[in-house]
């Protein structure tokens, strides 16, 4: 079953500019990860925030996570039209052992 | 380099026929997942192995079984399928059964019914 949802849904920005988008979650969770999907091709892991976390870094992107609104963020910043794809929160819940739920995804488009 | 491989890319099946797809790992991961991805959504975990043991989830059909003869493959059968099954099949594996591990896919089997 879903766990969350992501907003927006799709979000179409120029190259350069920062991308943000959002995931909440229903229940209580022991991590967050975050996935990218290019079209057409499998999932690619990007970074995964604990629940004792608050933010993270690698490279580009800054990852945020909120356990008392149950939300995280993405922020790709200086965004490339090679960051074109889908992309995917999961969460791993407190009471499962460690299967991924994913969230419904947000469809970034970046215009060269 | 190692990975995850899933063979075919594109099957195309004629409804109620059975069909396999399958999935080899190089990275000697002791788990290996299988999802059903329908256009625009989020994966769904249809099941998983942890090396031998099989688990499945509550609301996979019946249709669909696996198999995993070995560490490195594995195998999605879907014995008659419908034409809600058409989807993208993803095959996962993760070192170990442990909550921080992350997955990595493979590339996935479009699946086609006719």
């Known amino acids: 079953s879903q766990q969350g949802e992501e907003d927006p849904q799709a979000l179409s920005i120029q190259e350069g500019e920062n991308a943000t988008m959002n995931c909440s979650y229903k229940?209580?969770?022991?991590?967050l990860q975050w996935y990218r999907q290019n079209s057409g091709r499998g999932l690619v892991h990007l970074i995964l925030?604990?629940?004792?976390?608050r933010e993270k870094h690698s490279g580009r992107l800054r990852v945020t996570l909120d356990t008392s609104k149950k939300s995280s963020s993405l922020l790709i910043t200086a965004s490339r039209a090679a960051d074109t794809a889908s992309y995917f929160c999961?969460?791993?819940?407190?009471?499962?052992?460690?299967?991924?739920?994913f969230g419904s995804g947000t469809r970034l488009l970046v215009r060269p | 380099d190692a990975m995850v491989i899933q063979n075919p890319r594109y099957q195309v099946t004629q409804f109620g026929k059975p069909v396999t797809l399958s999935c080899s790992q190089t990275l000697n991961h002791n788990v290996m997942y299988w999802y059903q991805q329908k256009s625009s959504q989020a994966p769904k975990l249809l099941f998983h192995?942890?090396?031998?043991?099989?688990?499945n989830e509550a609301d996979t059909p019946d249709n669909f079984q696996s198999r995993r003869p070995n560490t490195s493959f594995c195998f999605l059968d879907i014995r008659s399928p419908g034409l809600g099954d058409a989807a993208m099949y993803l095959c996962?594996?993760?070192?170990?059964?442990?909550?921080?591990?992350?997955?990595?896919f493979g590339d996935g089997t479009r699946l086609s019914i006719l």
């Open positions: 996962a594996t993760s070192r170990v059964a442990q909550r921080d591990q992350p997955q990595h």
């Open positions: 192995y942890y090396d031998k043991d099989f688990n």
């Open positions: 229940t209580s969770i022991n991590n």
């Open positions: 925030i604990r629940s004792n976390e």
């Open positions: 999961a969460t791993v819940q407190m009471d499962s052992s460690y299967k991924l739920i």
